[in-house]
């Protein structure tokens, strides 16, 4: 059974920073590309940043310098580390796993990011 647990989410303050992680079980985590995906009320989920099986980045444009991606191919683990956050990061942010084939698409159940004073 494929399991994806986001972790690290909360309130914070304008200007601070959160680190999220996503546990993946059940699946072989070095051969899945990982992204960290938002949604906030009323809007379509989108993309964050992802990460490649050979550690190549993608980020949105608004997340770009703010937001790092990472993966720790021994803990089975993706992180996304959130600088500077800003009232308009609030979300609920999942952790998506892409394997080698289309059906190999996973998802975790997210984890709620609040940022404000």
């Known amino acids: 059974q494929v399991q994806l647990v986001e972790s690290g989410g909360g309130l914070v303050q304008p200007g601070g920073s959160l680190r999220l992680s996503c546990a993946a079980s059940g699946i072989t985590f070095r051969n899945y590309a990982m992204s960290w995906y938002r949604q906030a009320p009323g809007k379509e989920r989108e993309l964050v940043a992802s990460i490649t099986r050979t550690d190549s980045t993608n980020y949105a444009d608004t997340m770009k310098g703010r937001f790092t991606i990472s993966r720790d191919n021994v803990k089975n683990t993706v992180y996304l580390q959130m600088n500077s956050l800003k009232s308009e990061d609030t979300a609920v942010y999942y952790c998506?796993?892409?394997?080698?084939?289309?059906?190999?698409?996973?998802w975790g159940q997210g984890t709620q990011v609040t940022v404000s004073s």
């Open positions: 998506n796993a892409f394997g080698p084939a289309p059906m190999l698409n996973y």
